[in-house]
Nanobody, 122 residues
Framework: QVQLVESGGGLVQSGGSLRLSCAASGNIFSINDMGWYRQAAGQQRELVAD???????NYLDSVKGRFTVSRDNTKNTVYLQMDSLRPEDTAVYYC????????????????WGKGTLVTVSS
């Protein structure tokens, strides 16, 4: 069993900052990609940023230069530092991790967190 638990969402004014965290726990052998998606009301879920294990980060064009994704592999945790927030960043943010579990080394599975709400007021 693997769980992803997000934290750090909330209400912030336009131009402000928030830091999201997502910790993976459970029956983990290794973690490949870890990243963040978001879904605004009435919109499809979209990739915000992800970071492959040992690779370079990828970002949604609209957040480049404002958001920074990072990982602490010793803690199985991924972070999203969000600066210069805009009202259009308002969404539920989901963490996703591609994980190989102990005992099933031949396959990896995508796990999702339950989401954390970020609201940016104008």
């Amino acid at each position: 069993q693997v769980q992803l638990v997000e934290s750090g969402g909330g209400l912030v004014q336009s131009g402000g900052s928030l830091r999201l965290s997502c910790a993976a726990s459970g029956n983990i052998f290794s973690i490949n990609d870890m990243g963040w998606y978001r879904q605004a009301a009435g919109q499809q879920r979209e990739l915000v940023a992800d970071m492959p294990s040992g690779g370079s980060a990828n970002y949604l064009d609209s957040v480049k230069g404002r958001f920074t994704v990072s990982r602490d592999n010793t803690k199985n945790t991924v972070y999203l530092q969000m600066d210069s927030l805009r009202p259009e960043d308002t969404a539920v943010y989901y963490c996703k991790a591609n994980i190989v579990s102990i005992g099933t080394w031949w396959q990896s599975v995508d796990y999702w967190g339950k989401g954390t709400l970020v609201t940016v007021s104008s």
